[in-house]
Antibody, heavy 123, light 108 residues
Framework: EVQLLESGGGLVQPGGSLRLSCAAS????????MSWVRQAPGKGLEWVSG????????YYADSVKGRFTLSRDNSKNTLYLQLNSLRAEDTAIYYC????????????????WGQGTLVTVSS | EIVLTQSPATLSLSPGERATLSCRAS??????LMWYQQKAGQAPRLLIY???NRATGIPARFSGSGSGTDFTLTISSLEPEDFAVYYC??????????FGGGTKVEIK
């Protein structure tokens, strides 16, 4: 059974940092591109960042480029998102999501999602 | 960036009725359009990929159609568990992958 378990969210002041983690199980982690998608309270979905299976290719939304860094450790089956220079508008539930298509470096679309971790940016 | 516009914002229907949801893209996305369902307090679930392909385990009452800029998600006969928010997503021109603003299907 595929499982994605996010952690690392919490309350942080504007300008602060957090590192989110997503522990994956139930599939060959290194064979699949992964992404983070966020959802502000009461709002829609926003793709944040994606990474290829090997970790060699990373992609970002303009809203987070230069502030967020996506990485993965395939030996630990874990995805990471480093959030720096956080702003109030980064407040959201952050979901880890698995690309459905095996062996591609692009995010494409998502067949499994975690339950999310809440990031709140406030003074 | 491709903008996806979903309509209507809210659809009020009764169980057993047919639901028709629309997603319009600001430019052609070929057939690279997905549909997700999200229930309150839950993560999204993939329903349809590449315009018309049902994801694993999705009931046949869900169907997708369209190409280019205009797409439709149809629920042939609403079940009680189908009342939720539905999002479309494109993968044709990215980054970024983009989502529509959502359509809420509520009980009339």
């Amino acid at each position: 059974e595929v499982q994605l378990l996010e952690s690392g969210g919490g309350l942080v002041q504007p300008g602060g940092s957090l590192r989110l983690s997503c522990a994956a199980s139930g599939f060959t982690f290194s064979s699949y591109a992964m992404s983070w998608v966020r959802q502000a309270p009461g709002k829609g979905l926003e793709w944040v960042s994606g990474i290829g299976g090997s970790g060699g290719s990373t992609y970002y939304a303009d809203s987070v480029k230069g502030r967020f860094t996506l990485s993965r450790d395939n030996s630990k089956n874990t995805l990471y998102l480093q959030l720096n220079s956080l702003r109030a508008e980064d407040t959201a539930i952050y979901y880890c999501a698995k690309t459905m298509v095996q062996g591609v470096s692009h995010p494409y679309y998502f067949d499994y999602w975690g339950q999310g971790t809440l990031v709140t940016v406030s003074s | 960036e491709i903008v996806l516009t979903q309509s209507p914002a809210t659809l009020s229907l009764s169980p057993g009725e047919r639901a028709t949801l629309s997603c319009r893209a600001s430019q052609s996305v070929s057939s690279y359009l997905m549909w997700y369902q999200q229930k309150a307090g839950q993560a999204p679930r993939l329903l349809i990929y590449d315009a018309s392909n049902r994801a694993t385990g999705i009931p046949a009452r869900f169907s997708g159609s369209g190409s280019g800029t205009d797409f439709t998600l149809t629920i042939s006969s609403l079940e009680p568990e189908d009342f939720a928010v539905y999002y479309c997503q494109q993968r044709f021109i990215w980054p970024p992958l983009t989502f529509g603003g959502g359509t809420k299907v509520e009980i009339k």
